[in-house]
Each structure stands twice: as structure tokens, then as C-alpha cells.
């Protein structure tokens, strides 16, 4: 065995919580090699060694089984408490996926449809205008209010073709209307945040710009109001209960879980922001991004999703509804524009909550991976691979939002690299 798969006794049997027990295998096509593991384990200690990012936990799950779990550095930088398996994590936009996953629960039975229009849940977007920003883009306010040629609908939600945005995306225009709304003021639950969402203009037509913002969290409140339960109650009876995510949840309170929390580095002012954030408003259960969980239970998670929506036995969802979740909803013939902010990336199309990999993209070596796979990150620097053809699942989590674009890209193709030796996009 690889001296890099060597772990402690207490590790292993937190590993063995991920694995798929009876699961039938083919022979793997494709291993990482020792030499590669260990190249991956280098580069994040180099990054802990640097100081560009406090610490770090890795996971790589092939065949339902894990072949490479190791810590880096600490989840405290002040205390050099060390990163451990049952570290917490902000995962931020990796709620997301799961999110979506409970929505489409609801669709399978029949509690929800893809065509619901969000007025049905909310009377104000019976009303919705869209903002036209004018000619002179940004450098003027102007916008023209307009109706939207059809109702955004749930489909809107999942794969952000609502035409609801954020602050810190699009037009000039448009972010500050936005800011004009002040949406996070004061205390707030998913009630009261989905009605400010509700008041304000549509930023295109639905269902005709692919554009990142507080759909998931729409999508959130309408969970609560068809289950007549909140998000978190909700995603712990169906999701984390049944898939013993025992450590995933919106709000670490209890002293044990706060003393397992990740800390990020003291100058990563975004997320430092962010969590005083989150401590001042602890009633909102954002389905967009709040959630916090450890890197074995959200592969318990992906895992069911690679298992094409069941694990140990049971089934959460449909294979009709995994399709529509890992099948690429935006791509050519969807009528769904993409400009600067569409975040999947090159070679990325987008389903229910998931970018999947449609095509090599353009750059030249293209990036690693396998027409097919699934991935989505967060601005907390985490980041989860669902790659059915290699039949993985590889995590990264991380807290640093400010050396993340340079460390998520480098993961990819140091992941990738283990497994076959050049870069071309497997087919």
C-alpha cells in the first residue's frame, strides 16, 4: 500500500462512514498513481508552508470507496489546532447542490412541478417588471422597466434563468438597484429575504441569460412552504439524517461544533466579513450558500448523486430526476445567453444545481476532467468532482476566498494528473 493511504485508526473509521458497503464494481480503467498522490500532497503542504491558506482537507472516492484522505496544516491558524477529517467548513455555494436535490424530491412527488411559476408561491412576482439597462451600459443608471415575457418558474431556479441576480453581478444599473434595496438589512428569515427578492426587477427575461444570484435561495423558501417545514428541518429529515450527514447544518452552536469550525487566515477580509455576517443574522437558512459541513459527509452526499440518487440501499431520488440535474439545461438550442458571469466555465454547461462538462472548451491545452463530469465550488475556496466515468468523487475544502482561483484550478489538474498523464479532456 502507498505510504500516502497510511491514516490513523481514527481516520479510518471515519473514512469507512463514506464508503458504499456491498456496492458491485467493475475493474477500474483507470488508478491514480503513488507518485501522483504524493505530488497533490506537496503542492497543499507548499500552500500551508507559504502561508496562503491556513489548512486544508483532501478526499479522492473512487468506486465508493476512499483511496486518498489527508489533512494539511490547521482549521485554527490562531490556536494551530489541526485539521482533522470531522473539521466544519463554510461550504457557501456548495449548499447549492443540495438545495436543488431537495427541490427535486419534491418534484418527484408530484409537491412541486418544473412549470410552477414563482407567483404561485409569491404574489409579487405576479407583478415583476425586467430591467433594461440603456445603451450607455455603465455609464449611466438609466434603466427601463419592462414585461417579462413569460413567468419565471422553479426550471428558472434551478439553473439560474430567473432573472434574479445579486449586488455584486451585472450592470452597473442593475447592482445598484439592488444596493438601493438594501435586501440584508436587519434581521431576516427565508420568508422576509424571498419577499425583498420578489419586489425587485427581473435583470433579463426569464429563461434567457444564465446569471448567478439568489435563485437557490428563492428556491429555499419554496421548500418551506410546500413542506410546511424550514430548510434546515426539512434537508435534516430527508438529506442529512438518512445519509448520516450528522455534522451539516446552517448554524454551528454548540461548543464542540464551534471548537471543530475552520477559520480562515486573518487578512481573507471577505470571509471574515461574510461570518460576522452569518453571527449577526443567525435566522436566515440561505439555501444559496449557508450551509457548513465536513468533508465526510458531503461525500456521503456526492456519492448518491454518482450512485445516480441512491446509496446503501436507498433510494432519495429518482434516476429521472439525476438526469435532469447532471444533463446541461443551457447549452446550444436552450435559448440561455452566457456572458463574463457565467461562472460554470469553458467546456461546462449547467443542469439543476451542478455544472456539467459538455466539451473539451477552448483553451489550449484544454482543462483536465471527462465529458460528463459534475462539479460546483464556493466562494469559501471548497469545491467537489463527481466524475461518472472515472466513477470519483474528489473534494477540496479549504477556507480562503482569496487564494481560491488559483488553488481550485490547480487541485483539478493535480487530481486529474494522478490518474492519466496528460492533460486531454477524457472522452
Known sequence: ??????????????????????????????????????????????????????????????????????????????????????????????????TSSAAMMLIDEGKLSLTDPLSKYFPEFA??????????????????????????????????????????????????????????????????????????????????????????????????????????QFLKLRIFDPLGMSSTMFNPKDGTEQQRVAKPLSDDAFLQTIERERLANPDWESGGGGLFSTITDYARFAQMLLDRGQLDGRRYLSETAVRQMTSDHVGPGSGVARDYFYFPGDGFGFGYGLAVRTDPGHAKPPPPGSLGELKWDSSAGTYVGIDPKLDMIYILMEQTDRERGRIIPAFRQLVYDAFKPDDKVMP
Not at 498522490?37 to 479522492?60: H, M, N, P, Q, Y
Not at 427578492?197 to 433579463?204: F, K
Request: proline share 7%; charged share 20%; aromatic share 6%.
Open 1 to 98: 500500500m502507498p505510504a500516502i493511504l497510511r491514516v490513523s485508526l481514527a481516520t479510518m473509521l471515519l473514512m469507512a462512514g463514506i464508503g458504499v458497503p456491498g456496492r458491485v464494481q467493475a475493474e477500474p480503467k483507470l488508478t491514480p498513481s503513488a507518485a501522483g498522490l504524493e505530488t497533490l500532497s506537496e503542492f497543499f503542504d507548499g500552500e500551508v508552508a507559504r502561508g496562503k491558506i491556513a489548512g486544508a482537507v483532501v478526499l479522492i472516492q473512487q468506486h465508493g470507496s476512499p483511496i486518498y484522505l489527508k489533512c494539511f496544516g490547521n482549521r485554527d491558524p490562531v490556536t494551530k489546532t489541526p485539521m482533522t477529517p470531522d473539521t466544519i467548513f463554510a461550504i457557501h455555494s456548495m449548499t447549492k447542490p443540495i
Open 127 to 232: 407583478a415583476a417588471k425586467v430591467a433594461v439597462v440603456s445603451e450607455a451600459g455603465d455609464r449611466t443608471p438609466g434603466v427601463t422597466l419592462t414585461l417579462p415575457n413569460r413567468a419565471p418558474n422553479i426550471e428558472d431556479l434551478l439553473r439560474h434563468t430567473s432573472g434574479i441576480s445579486n449586488g455584486y453581478i451585472g450592470a452597473k444599473a442593475t447592482r445598484e438597484i439592488y444596493e438601493a434595496a438594501r435586501i440584508y438589512d436587519g434581521q431576516f428569515d427565508n420568508r422576509i429575504f424571498a419577499e425583498r427578492i420578489a419586489r425587485l426587477p427581473l435583470v433579463a427575461q426569464p429563461g434567457t441569460l444564465w446569471r448567478y444570484g439568489h435563485s437557490t435561495d428563492v428556491l429555499g423558501r419554496i421548500i418551506e412552504i410546500v413542506s410546511g417545514k424550514s430548510l434546515y
